[in-house]
């Protein structure tokens, strides 16, 4: 399988060679996760303990461009996991599920998770989550450059319209806007 | 032996045996997809998958089985690990078994010792029946 170069933008990669650590303490699933995602040409970790998966992300965060781990697990409860890769390495986390429970998914997306799949995972909805990876480095890059530009123009404030992007984008960060339609 | 299936060509036996399968509602769609995964780089997919299920399943249908001897009964334990069983369940696409899953859910719900326990009788058995009819379809196929 061809292997892309790293190269100024990072986002010329995708969707082939995207780097996902998968976590799942159920063999099957995580067996099942691993060849799904390998069809979908993305070049795949996996792990069946969360433990482990903090270990390697903190290792090496750069390694890898997105987190998929299920919500039950053993050693570490999925949404602790999520809230950690969100304070600690700022990495996409998609959290999977066998349960669709409203309040379940709720609890994801407010602890910072970028979409909530149910199981069994279809390999579909895996073509897609190559685009949280994208949406959230071009997001990076705006806030990056309104407060660039806020320091250019010698505003000390935020001005009205610099203030309402950023807030955008913290709050769909925090509320994880889902989107059915362009994503599916 | 092709290491893709392809289902216009699994004739005579094999094609038959697999077509009841699901007529009969032993597996639904999911199964499917482990057959589209199952190509040159993974020849023996679906069974390797098939074969994991039947391993681990042992051990979650024990830790049930241990909890159902308890006395009052754990329900939200329970659940929890028919919870876990019941993923690997769809992961194959064990519909039958997955159906008794969801049964057996709402026992645990409703706080029925008895239903919870007639339930998982007739898990174990449907269970049981889908590794023996999935051991002669590969024998086949």
Redesign the interface.
């Known amino acids: 399988m061809p292997v892309k170069q790293r190269n100024g933008d990072q986002n010329d990669r995708f969707p082939m060679g995207l780097r996902v650590l998968a976590v799942d303490d159920?063999?099957?699933?995580l067996?099942?996760l691993e060849?799904?995602l390998?069809?979908c040409q993305y070049q795949v970790t996996t792990t069946s303990q969360a433990v482990m998966a903090l270990k390697l992300l903190r290792e090496n965060k750069d390694k890898f461009d997105l987190v998929i781990s299920d919500v039950?697990m053993p050693d570490m409860d999925g949404f602790k996991l999520l809230e950690l890769v969100g304070l600690e390495m700022d990495l996409p986390v998609i959290m999977l599920s066998?349960?669709g429970d409203t309040k379940l998914v709720m609890k994801a997306i407010t602890h910072g998770a970028c979409d909530y799949l149910l199981?069994?995972v279809?390999?579909e909805e895996l073509k897609n989550i190559w685009q949280h990876v994208v949406r959230r480095n071009k997001f990076d890059s705006i806030g990056r450059n309104i407060s660039n530009n806020q320091e250019n123009n010698g505003c000390g404030a935020t001005d009205g319209h610099g203030s309402t992007e950023t807030n955008i984008y913290q709050k769909n960060e925090r509320f994880g806007k889902k989107e059915e339609g362009p994503t599916r | 032996m092709n290491s893709e299936i392809d289902r216009n060509k699994l004739h005579g036996q094999a094609g038959l045996t697999r077509q009841s399968l699901f007529d009969q509602g032993y597996l639904d769609e999911q199964f499917v997809q482990l057959e589209e995964l199952q190509d040159d780089t993974n020849p023996n997919f679906v069974e390797e998958v098939v074969t994991l299920f039947y391993r681990d399943s042992a051990r979650l249908l024990a830790n049930i089985e241990q909890a159902l001897e308890r006395s009052p009964l754990d329900f939200a334990k329970l659940d929890d690990y028919m919870l876990q069983f019941k993923g690997c369940c769809s992961s194959i696409g064990a519909k039958k078994v997955k159906n008794e899953c969801t049964q057996f859910q709402e026992y645990c719900r409703a706080g029925s010792s008895d239903g919870c326990t007639r339930t998982f009788q007739q898990l174990k058995r449907e269970h049981s029946t889908l590794k023996n009819k999935l051991e002669a379809y590969f024998q086949l196929a």
């Open positions: 159920d063999p099957i699933c067996r099942l060849t799904l390998r069809k039950h066998a349960y199981k069994p279809r390999i």
